[in-house]
Each structure stands twice: as structure tokens, then as C-alpha cells.
């Protein structure tokens, strides 16, 4: 049985910083292309920050500059990387690993950061 498992989030105060982790187990499943989202309350997912199987990257523009995704192939984990954390950055985050003809998905990490 595949899992994706997050941790890293927590209590920050703004201006701070967060690395999120998601660490894959189950079945010999490893990692190929991985996501980051996000659902902050009363909004829609959305992408924060992906990254292929050979290390290309893209981010959502409310978080260039901020967050760095990058991935340990032996660790079979991915992190998200967050710096210079805003109030809005508030959200439940998940990891996303698609891998045909399934979808794996975390169970989500909380990310607070306080004014």
C-alpha cells in the first residue's frame, strides 16, 4: 500500500521559515513527478510547487523567490523549502505524487504563520 506521508508544518511567525517533507513508502513505490498544494479555509487547492523526476521545477508566482522544492532520490522524499513565510501562506499542505493510473496524495501538514 502506497503512502505519502508530510510533516515539517507548524507555528511560524512571519518572516520565518518552514521545510516540509514528504516521504514515500508502500510497495517499492518510488517517487516520480511530485507536487505541492495547498488549501488554506474557504479556498480551492492549489499548486504551490512541483517538481519532475529529473529535478525541473516550477512554483506558483505568490511563492517564487520564496519556497525551493527539491527531492533526495535516496530518501525517496521530497521537501518544500519555505522562507520569508507570509499570513497568507496559512493552509493545510499537501504532497501529490500522480503516477498512472493512480493518485497519491498526503494526508496534509497544517502551516500557520502569525502576523
Known amino acids: 500500500q502506497v503512502q505519502l506521508v508530510e510533516s515539517g508544518g507548524g507555528l511560524v511567525q512571519a518572516g520565518g521559515s518552514l521545510r516540509l517533507a514528504c516521504a514515500a513508502s508502500?510497495?517499492?513505490?518510488?517517487?516520480?513527478?511530485v507536487g505541492w498544494y495547498r488549501q488554506a479555509p474557504g479556498k480551492q487547492r492549489e499548486m504551490v510547487a512541483a517538481?519532475?523526476?529529473?529535478?525541473?521545477?516550477n512554483y506558483a508566482d505568490s511563492v517564487k523567490g520564496r519556497f525551493t522544492i527539491s527531492r533526495d532520490n535516496a530518501k525517496n522524499t521530497v521537501y518544500l523549502q519555505m522562507n520569508s513565510l507570509k499570513p497568507e501562506d496559512t493552509a493545510v499542505y499537501y504532497c501529490?505524487?500522480?503516477?498512472?493510473?493512480?493518485?497519491?496524495w498526503g494526508q496534509g501538514t497544517q502551516v500557520t504563520v502569525s502576523s
Open positions: 501529490n505524487a500522480p503516477y498512472y493510473p493512480d493518485d497519491y
Open positions: 508502500g510497495g517499492g513505490f518510488r517517487l516520480n513527478a
Open positions: 517538481i519532475t523526476s529529473l529535478g525541473y521545477t
